[in-house]
């Protein structure tokens, strides 16, 4: 268990240096991005252009999850890039980091569940046409139960709040769960030669029968990685503070 709070603490320390202003800037950047995508897929909902509106919903989830990576420097500027559209590979990417399997160890000694990260399979279903097609084509039911996890994970995740920042958390389970359900609508629902086609975008797709609880959720990730934003703003000003005080 020493062991497991030291990866942890490492990390948490890793998470306390105030980010470069060009990482802060390159985050904001992304975020005020999603936002728009996130707005812009509200009113392609109302006008019933439903394959734009799941488009612009996944976009929505991606930038906001490259905004938390980009700011947090847990990958490199090339790792993120590479995922392409594919925003579930950030967070297999982060879960083979030596202090990430820490986090997951002392969850499951802290909530006592079983806590699995099958990074091989998990890819498999990334990058599997077959599987791909089948989370596109989730019913409404199964994408609702994966987000209702959300609150059932921040009821176990409390533990660790007092040893790190709740949205630095929160935020990344929560957009895990939304990269989850939406990454193979980026392809779908613009493409017609693609195994789901646009035309398949009604009411009746799971997706889209649930955007609105995918849409709260997104809005309070961009929420929680704005206030981590904005805090390291103000770490970056305080240290800046300190820098001058002692030159004086």
């Known amino acids: 268990m020493n062991n497991l709070l030291d990866d942890v603490a490492k990390a948490i320390m890793k998470f306390g240096e105030p980010p470069s202003q060009g990482r802060v800037r390159e985050a904001q950047d992304n975020l005020d991005l999603a936002r ?42 090339g790792a993120i890039r590479g995922t392409s559209h594919d925003t579930p590979e950030l967070f297999l990417k982060m879960a083979e980091l030596p202090w990430a399997r820490g986090f997951v160890e002392l969850a499951k000694n802290v909530s006592e569940t079983q806590i699995v990260i099958d990074i091989s399979k998990a890819r498999a279903i990334v990058y599997t046409e077959a599987e791909r097609a089948n989370i596109a084509r989730l019913s409404s039911a199964a994408i609702n139960q994966m987000l209702d ?16 920042n709740k949205d630095l958390v929160m935020a990344s389970l929560r957009l895990y769960l939304l990269a989850a359900v939406t990454f193979p609508h980026e392809r779908y629902s613009r493409y017609a030669d693609q195994v789901v086609k646009p035309r398949e975008y009604t009411r009746k797709l799971g997706i889209v ?5 995918g849409w709260n959720e997104t809005e309070t990730a961009i929420t929680e990685v704005q206030r981590l934003i904005d805090s390291s703003k103000r770490k970056k000003t305080k240290t800046q503070s300190r820098s001058h005080s002692h030159i004086s």
């Open 36 to 77: 728009q995508d996130l707005t812009a897929s509200k009113l392609l909902y109302d006008a019933k252009i439903f394959n734009l509106a799941c488009y612009h919903f996944q976009q929505s989830v991606e930038k906001t999850a490259k905004a938390y990576y980009k700011l947090l420097g847990l990958l490199e500027d």
């Open 149 to 164: 996890l959300i609150p059932q994970i921040e009821k176990v995740s409390v533990s660790f709040f007092p040893l790190t």
């Open 209 to 213: 029968a649930s955007i609105k609880k």
